[in-house]
Structure formats: structure tokens, C-alpha cells
């Protein structure tokens, strides 16, 4: 039985059109927690050794890897990357980015944190 035949009427008009956007929301959270919920349980089902090492060549997998050579402007494309990659690797590439700084470029770079939380 279709979503349509269970709830008669539901395409039609745009209250009808509100409720089929929002049964398909449901639908795709319902899928989402399915999903999650076969992962956890593989997961715990790994022997206890290999539990972490498995979650973290998964989430490896995942991540976006380091920034690519740029093609065309560097702060482009490190906008870029940015905008892909995970928490932990931006946190990482900035820290070392920032570690590998001169002293000048370092204070320099302070400055402007300063004058962008100001504004």
C-alpha cells in the first residue's frame, strides 16, 4: 500500500503538498536512523581489540585528505578544502600551518583574529 492510498487526498492542494514534503522528511530521518542504528550495532559486534581501529580507519575514510595543489587562487582553494573537510582536520592543518609560521607571520596573523572578533 502506497503512502498516497493510507492518506487519501494528500497530493492534493498545497496543504497536501506540505504533508507529502513532510512524510518524506520523516521518511529520509527514519532511513538515516536505520542506518546509524546498523552501524552501532556492527560496531558492537567487532571483538573489543579491533572496535577502535575499525571506527577509525572508518571515519579516515571519510575524511577529506589534505589540500590539493592550487589551480587557481590559493585563498580559493583553501576555502575550498575548507569547506569539505572535518573538524579534526581543520583544527590539525591549522595548528600546523600556524606552528610552521615565522614569528612575524604568527603576530601578524593574531592581529587579524583580533580585528575579525572585534568587528
Known amino acids: 500500500m ?3 492510498n493510507k492518506c487519501p487526498g494528500t497530493l492534493a492542494g498545497a496543504a497536501g503538498a506540505d ?3 513532510w512524510l518524506s522528511i520523516i521518511d529520509h530521518n527514519l532511513n538515516r536512523e536505520y542506518s546509524a542504528r546498523v552501524l552501532a550495532c556492527a ?3 567487532c ?3 579491533d572496535r577502535l581501529l575499525f571506527l577509525e580507519t572508518l571515519i579516515e575514510g571519510f575524511c ?3 589540500p590539493l595543489p ?3 587562487g590559493v585563498m580559493a582553494t583553501a576555502r575550498d578544502w575548507a569547506s569539505w573537510a572535518t573538524r579534526a582536520e581543520l583544527k590539525a592543518y591549522c595548528f600546523a600551518t600556524f606552528e610552521a609560521m615565522n614569528a612575524q607571520d604568527q603576530a601578524a596573523f593574531r592581529e ?3 580585528r575579525r572578533a572585534a568587528s
Do not use: E, H, I, N
Open 64 to 66: 577529506q585528505g589534505g
Open 70 to 72: 592550487a589551480f587557481g
Open 2 to 4: 502506497t503512502r498516497q
Open 47 to 49: 571483538d573489543p581489540a
Open 19 to 21: 504533508v507529502q514534503d
Open 43 to 45: 560496531v558492537a559486534d
Open 112 to 114: 587579524l583574529l583580533k
